[in-house]
Nanobody, 124 residues
Framework: QVQLVESGGGLVQAGGSLRLSCAASGRALSNYAMGWFRQAPGKEREFVATISWNGMSTYYAYSVKGRFTISRDNAKNMLYLQMNNLKPEDTAVYYC?????????????????WGQGTQVMVSS
């Protein structure tokens, strides 16, 4: 199985940018489609973005489309989420997740492995 560790979270002003990273170990990242989810205080965890095992397909939640970019480097076993033009409503704990299904999916139930999360706070 694969272990996932997120990093790159922090405090940023509205309009700023952050780049989240997710490091995989244990198994090659290329064995999984990957996704980013987030959970704001008092809310359910929600889908943010997903990328296929080879990076050829991506899909975004409407709320982040055009502002966030998901990417991966299978040679480095790394997943990324570039977040631009951040808004206070983007404040949440961000999780990376791996799906053995290989294709893009926005459903939590399709993901088999999860990281511990990294906190993102956007001030107004």
């Amino acid at each position: 199985q694969v272990q996932l560790v997120e990093s790159g979270g922090g405090l940023v002003q509205a309009g700023g940018s952050l780049r989240l990273s997710c490091a995989a170990s244990g198994r090659a990242l290329s064995n999984y489609a990957m996704g980013w989810f987030r959970q704001a205080p008092g809310k359910e965890r929600e889908f943010v973005a997903t990328i296929s095992w080879n990076g050829m397909s991506t899909y975004y939640a409407y709320s982040v489309k055009g502002r966030f970019t998901i990417s991966r480097d299978n040679a480095k076993n790394m997943l990324y989420l570039q977040m631009n033009n951040l808004k206070p409503e983007d404040t949440a704990v961000y999780y990376c997740a791996g799906s053995a299904g290989l294709v893009v999916t926005d459903l939590e139930k399709d993901y088999d492995y999860w990281g511990q999360g990294t906190q993102v706070m956007v001030s107004s």
